[in-house]
């Protein structure tokens, strides 16, 4: 979906297509796919959190669920299918080739295209990275089906279609979005939106082996190197435990030190609303919300931070969310466990010192 | 000899999204007097073109897709340094999903190739504010057949004689570092480069220069059904505002202190999340 869209009154040229009439060739679509990444030989977590979600899709449609890996080490990639099966995946589909190596858009692309057209699915869902974005665009266009980004919530409604949420309007407003008329419908979701779904061990299924045979001569697009971030460059923010994040309610940057002080105490990452990215005072990469990170601590503090629907998506996962703003109406207290009346730039260096106080008589008591 | 560079940048003209408010009642968004901007990362891919172009020699192409108010973000773009600005507005494209939307352009894109010579690299920003999506950008690429090269950090090289671009990608855990063949769809990231001021004389060239203006007709589009909504197999069919909890936060009363705030604060976090003392200690126990 794109552009701000217009729910309102239909166009004078006329809404073609809003009742379902599936046309005939698309009838034999059918089970739920997931895209799997794969980069350095590891599944990204994201991958599992869709196969949790397809699971539940395919059960309510009584279809199956099925993974797609790509790559060139068999071993690599049956330990990926192994995985794939504990997380309820019932066939997976790998596809090998010395030109997977790498991820590459052009050679994905044909990949999954290909064996979507062979197998297709109704359903097909990607993990919102760079990498997943990147391929389902081209994908979906490909294709010329629908593809809905960065949803935040997948199900099925009554007559056996996808209902993609999604915020909209900025992020202003959520969405329902429907690809009545098209196969595959295909979505997007970014890590952390999905809960991780509990591994079964020993669980297994069917392996469907792709080889698609691709002459490297014949590839445009060659990758050169690969240079690895250093560990210290990188927010662990969607994975990470606790999380403290400012807004402009904190004022200054200088304020949003008061921010990383508290984190540092705690162990955790920090991050920041959109607007501070904005500002210049925290890089995108700490950038929490729909456009940022999602995260699914069992502890998120925010601090002078209002709560627009664009953050509270990213951070509803979340176990106990504690809100610190002075405005007692602020939309976050709509959605926090705690809420504090005051202000945060009082009160974080309070909270950074009881925290370490509590820690320190911790220590004495061992 | 080879032909001068043309680049082109894609642009969208998109509401200031930090200015925009929701109707309490109706959950409409409230237009009236919401500012428009040229959508912020389209701002990374516009100085990279004209940066290129600066270097290399050659013409910068901007176009827009949108109402005829669009106009004033192209002219911004002129203001810039952008040698050339084309809107493409047509009612027909109204409600145009991601896939109606790069079918569009691209349509535009090959009608600018055709009257102002083939363009060697297509610039967009990483996605836009309002929509969020990050598709158009792959969708032109595939219409077009260019090699899409997607989240783009640098710019190693660009040799338009030999037909070849050197890139470095934001992928998961790293960068990677790609060669291609042109022509290419770049989407730009963000906080790559910083926009320049355009000079006062640009300034004024842009405040004369034409902007061409083109519909659905003039850049060759005969199949109306696949634009706007009719062209858009995604369906919006509900809007709404999330609801709030069921249960509205728990309000922590204020002590006389900050500190005696912060340690009934403390209290309560610990009374919700049972273990997470411990693992606070392990963790502090761990670092030290």
């Known amino acids: ?366 | 000899m080879t032909d001068p560079l043309h680049i082109v940048v894609c642009i969208k003209q998109v509401p200031d999204s930090a200015q925009i408010r929701v109707h309490p009642v109706t959950n409409t968004i409230m237009r009236q007097g919401v500012p428009t901007i040229i959508n912020p990362y389209d701002l990374f891919a516009l100085e990279e073109a004209l940066r290129l172009r600066d270097r290399l020699g050659g013409v910068v192409t901007v176009l827009c897709m949108g109402p005829m108010t669009a106009e004033d973000s192209l002219r911004k773009a002129l203001t810039f340094g952008a040698d050339r600005a084309v809107l493409l507005s047509d009612r027909y494209f109204a409600g145009s999903d991601t896939l109606a939307t790069s079918y569009a352009l691209a349509m535009a894109l090959a009608q600018i190739g055709r009257e102002f010579g083939p363009p060697q690299i297509i610039f967009t920003g990483k996605q836009t504010i309002d929509g969020d999506t990050a598709q158009v950008g792959p969708g032109i690429a595939r219409r077009l057949g260019f090699n899409q090269l997607t989240y783009i950090s640098r710019i190693r090289e660009v040799d338009p004689a030999g037909g070849r671009i050197c890139v470095e990608r934001r992928a998961e855990g790293g960068v990677q570092v790609l060669e291609t063949r042109l022509p290419v769809l770049i989407t730009m990231l963000e906080a790559t480069n910083e926009m320049r001021r355009g000079a006062i004389e640009t300034a004024l060239a842009a405040a004369r220069a034409q902007v061409t203006v083109w519909n659905a007709a003039s850049v060759g589009i005969e199949d109306l059904t696949k634009c706007g909504l009719r062209g858009s197999p995604t369906i919006v069919k509900k809007v709404f505002a999330p609801g709030a909890r069921a249960e509205k936060a728990a309000q922590i009363a204020l002590g006389d202190t900050p500190e005696a705030t912060a340690h009934a604060a403390i209290e309560a976090i610990f009374a919700r999340l049972p273990g997470l003392e411990a693992q606070l200690f392990e963790t502090a126990a761990a670092s030290c």
């Not at chain 1, 979906?1 to 698309?26: C, N, Y």
């Not at chain 1, 089970?31 to 350095?40: G, T």
């Not at chain 1, 923010?237 to 309610?249: M, S, T, W």
């Not at chain 1, 984190?263 to 609303?273: H, I, N, P, Q, R």
């Open chain 1, 1 to 366: 979906m794109a552009d701000a869209p217009k729910p309102a009154a239909p166009s004078a040229s006329g809404r073609a297509s809003t009742k379902k009439e599936l046309p005939e060739h698309f009838r034999a679509y059918k089970h739920v796919w997931v895209a799997v990444e794969i980069e350095h030989g590891a599944v990204h977590p994201v991958s599992f959190e869709l196969l949790g979600e397809g699971r539940k899709l395919a059960d309510k449609r009584g279809v199956e669920l099925a993974a797609v890996v790509m790559g060139d080490a068999r071993a690599d990639l049956d330990v990926a299918a192994t995985h794939c099966f504990e997380y309820g995946a019932d066939v997976v589909y790998i596809a090998q080739d010395p030109a997977l190596a790498h991820y590459r858009n052009e050679t994905a692309c044909d990949v999954l295209t290909h064996l979507v057209n062979t197998y297709k699915p109704e359903i097909l869902l990607l993990g919102a990275t760079n990498l997943g974005r990147d391929l389902a665009g081209a994908v979906a266009t490909t294709l010329q089906t629908g593809l809905t980004a960065d949803c935040t919530e997948l199900a099925i409604d009554e007559e056996g279609s996808l209902a993609a949420t999604r915020p909209t309007f900025g992020g202003s407003l959520l969405c329902t979005i429907f690809t009545l008329n098209y196969r595959p419908q295909m979505a997007t979701v970014r890590p952390r939106v999905l809960p991780m779904p509990p591994r079964q061990e020993g669980r297994g299924g069917r392996i469907i082996t792709y080889s698609p045979a691709i002459d490297e001569t014949r590839v445009i697009t060659k990758v050169l190197d690969f240079i690895a971030d250093r560990d210290s460059d990188k927010a662990q923010l969607p994975y990470a435990d606790i999380v403290v994040a400012g807004g402009l309610g904190l004022r200054s940057a200088e304020n949003f030190q008061l921010v990383k002080a508290l984190a540092d105490v705690l162990g955790g990452e920090y991050g920041g609303s959109r607007p501070l990215v904005q500002k210049g005072w925290i890089t995108a990469d700490r950038q929490i919300g729909q456009t940022g990170k999602t995260i699914r601590p069992r502890l998120y503090i925010a601090a002078g931070i209002s709560g627009a629907i664009q953050h509270r998506v990213g951070v509803e996962g979340a176990d106990v969310i504690v809100a610190i703003n002075t405005d007692p109406q602020a939309p976050i207290f709509d959605f926090a466990h705690l809420g504090i009346v005051a202000d945060a730039v009082t009160l974080l260096p309070a909270l950074t010192e009881a925290f370490a106080a509590r820690l320190r008589v911790n220590r004495l008591a061992s």
